[in-house]
Structure formats: structure tokens, C-alpha cells
């Protein structure tokens, strides 16, 4: 069992940055552990994949946070951090932290298997 733990959301004005982290315990070193990601929701909308790593430090993210977005992880202290910046009142919602094995489509939450209980970002215009 893997358990994630999100932090870091809050309320900032468009333009502005948040650094959210996701801590893993449990079997997070396992090595069967081999991706890790961030996903949001907005009221009323679906899960959106937002960006994911892999075990090499390979990054995907999804265009609409490209260039502003910019994730990374601590592996020796199992954190996961997204670094966001330039943010816009879209990028609102709740934050997920998520870990799967052997995820072939990155930015598909349906691969993931763990699942932290999110961290709140809210953006003012």
C-alpha cells in the first residue's frame, strides 16, 4: 500500500505561483512504483491529467500548463512537488497526487492505483 498526502494549495491572484508537494509513505519505494503524477477537477468538470514523471525523471504534461508547470520529485524523501506558475483563474480546482505502476498513458488517471486526497487551489482574477 502506498499512501499520498498533498499540501501546498491555497488562494493566489492570476500571475501568481504555488509549489504544491505530495509525500508518498508506505510502499512508496517500492519498486514497482514506476510513475507518479498530478491531476485537478473543477467543479463540475472531469479529471484532468496535469503532468506526470516517471521513475527516470522523464516529465509529460499537458498543454495547457506547459511552460508554466514544471514538475519534479525528491526521491530520497519521496516528494513529489509541482512548481506552478503564471497561474490563470482556469487552472482552479482540487489537486491530486497519484501513483501507478507501468502507466503506459501518463495523463490517464484510469492507470493510476493510489490516490492522495487533494489539496485546494484557487485562482482570483
Known amino acids: 500500500q502506498v499512501q499520498l498526502a498533498e499540501s501546498g494549495g491555497g488562494s493566489v491572484q492570476a500571475g501568481g505561483s504555488l509549489r504544491l508537494s505530495c509525500e508518498a509513505s508506505g510502499d512508496a519505494h517500492d519498486r514497482f512504483i514506476t510513475n507518479m503524477a498530478w491531476f485537478r477537477q473543477a467543479p463540475g468538470k472531469g479529471r484532468e491529467g496535469v503532468s506526470a514523471?516517471?521513475?527516470?525523471?522523464?516529465?509529460t504534461y499537458a498543454d495547457s500548463v506547459k511552460g508554466r508547470f514544471f514538475i519534479s520529485k525528491d526521491t530520497n524523501k519521496n516528494i513529489l512537488y509541482l512548481q506552478m506558475h503564471s497561474l490563470k483563474y482556469e487552472d482552479s480546482g482540487m489537486y491530486y497526487c497519484?501513483?501507478?505502476?507501468?502507466?503506459?498513458?501518463?495523463?490517464?488517471?484510469?492507470?493510476?492505483?493510489?490516490w492522495g486526497q487533494g489539496t485546494q487551489v484557487t485562482v482570483s482574477s
Open positions: 514523471i516517471e521513475r527516470d525523471g522523464s516529465a
Open positions: 497519484a501513483a501507478g505502476r507501468f502507466v503506459a498513458d501518463k495523463l490517464r488517471g484510469l492507470e493510476y492505483e493510489y
